[in-house]
């Protein structure tokens, strides 16, 4: 369980070699939270560039006490650099953006409002994207609409960095991998609230995208492509492993044992050479894979109940308790899996 929020808002952002981006960035982000009137932080995560953006983050810093810089020791990627934000995130609201400008910060107010409405994330949805149509667009619609069909959470734009998040959301969910453009379905799965709101997205005027090229899109795409099976899993089967592990084991159990059965009637009765029967093989892994299935979903029960005991984990998750006052415990006010909104007034 997260401490309270001690701002409104966290702005999160990951910078890896964008030594010229900096200094607009921090100006236009100071242009559109100022007006709002909250008090707020923002945490610049160097992942690790060799450009120069160390040296402006200090600057920044020294300049405006807003600015959190922190910096990795080596190039981590972007999940990484949003995790490292939200850990040490202080604010009500975390909210992620992109370094290059391409995501514009005069969008925050109007996304913290919709969150504010009664939303646990607001995504940014890039409806006019100012990127390459063929390396670029295309395959995130593909990969978006695939994402939407398998995780059953309709957003458009799952790469927009662009997103608000309440303080229960990023300290609560871990990211692995690419898994940042997944927090809303791994989030929805727990029961958050999220909503989408279209957002301006700009050119890079300034350094290189770290993700253009083939073999960079080709590269992103086998990852997410994985992350997205893992999700899948987690979201579905996660505390239940057998459930899925089991079906595919009986499964091909079954129909090992059955092709089997009809060869061994074979030979019996009708005298037939197994030995040329390819089909033979097929029985015997098929029972060899059944038995197998079912053993990873038992291993993977243990594996469940070590994960959730080892960190006393709970298996569901609450959103608000009402219940009166008790003061006659025993000093113990651990509340045990209740994230920080249910203490809020509500
Ligand atoms: N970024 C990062 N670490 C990386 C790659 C990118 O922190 O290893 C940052 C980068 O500085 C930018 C954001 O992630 O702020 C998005 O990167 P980029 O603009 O290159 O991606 P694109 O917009 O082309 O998808
Ligand atoms: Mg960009």
């Not at 459930?243 to 019996?268: D, E, M, N, P, R």
């Not at 093989?281 to 979903?297: D, S, Y």
């Not at 113990?332 to 809020?344: A, F, I, L, Q």
């Amino acid at each position: 369980m997260s401490e309270p929020a001690t701002l409104d808002l966290s702005i999160v952002v990951p910078i890896y070699n964008e030594v010229d981006n900096v200094d607009p960035l921090i100006e236009q982000l100071t242009a559109a939270l100022g007006p709002t009137g909250r008090s707020y932080e923002i945490i610049c995560v160097d992942d690790g560039s060799n450009d120069g953006s160390w040296k402006k983050l200090e600057a920044a810093q020294a300049a405006d006490p807003h600015v959190v810089a922190v910096q990795f020791r080596r190039n981590y990627g972007q999940t990484a650099a949003f995790s490292a934000g939200f850990d040490m995130s202080r604010g009500e609201w975390s909210i992620t953006i992109d370094a290059d400008l391409q995501n514009d910060p005069a969008d925050i107010p109007k996304l913290l409002a919709k969150a504010e409405e009664g939303f646990d994330i607001v995504s940014g949805w890039r409806v006019k994207r100012k990127d390459a149509m063929i390396m670029r667009k295309l395959p995130s619609k593909a990969a978006n609409w695939l994402i939407r069909k398998v995780t059953g959470v309709g957003l458009h734009d799952y790469g927009c960095s662009l997103k608000v998040y309440h303080r229960d959301v990023v300290k609560n969910i871990r990211l692995y991998g690419e898994l940042h453009r997944f927090v809303p379905a791994v989030a929805n799965s727990v029961g958050i609230r999220w909503a989408e709101m279209e957002v301006n997205h700009r050119a890079r005027v300034a350094g290189e995208s770290k993700y253009a090229g083939f073999t960079k899109t080709i590269k992103r795409a086998t990852k997410v492509f994985l992350d997205l099976l893992t999700v899948r899993f987690l979201v579905s089967y996660a505390t239940r492993p057998i459930h899925i592990f089991g079906v595919l084991g009986l499964g091909a159990f079954a129909v090992g044992t059955g092709l089997g059965v009809y060869l061994t009637i074979l030979k019996i009765f009708f005298g037939a050479n197994l030995s040329e029967r390819p089909l033979l093989m097929l029985a015997v892994l098929l029972v060899i894979l059944g038995v197998q299935f079912i053993t990873f979903g038992l291993l993977g029960e243990l594996v469940i109940r070590t994960y959730h005991e080892s960190q006393q984990k709970p298996i569901y998750n609450i959103r608000k308790i009402l219940a009166e006052a008790d003061d006659t415990g025993d000093g113990d006010d651990d509340t045990g899996p209740v994230s920080s909104r249910e203490k809020r007034a509500s």
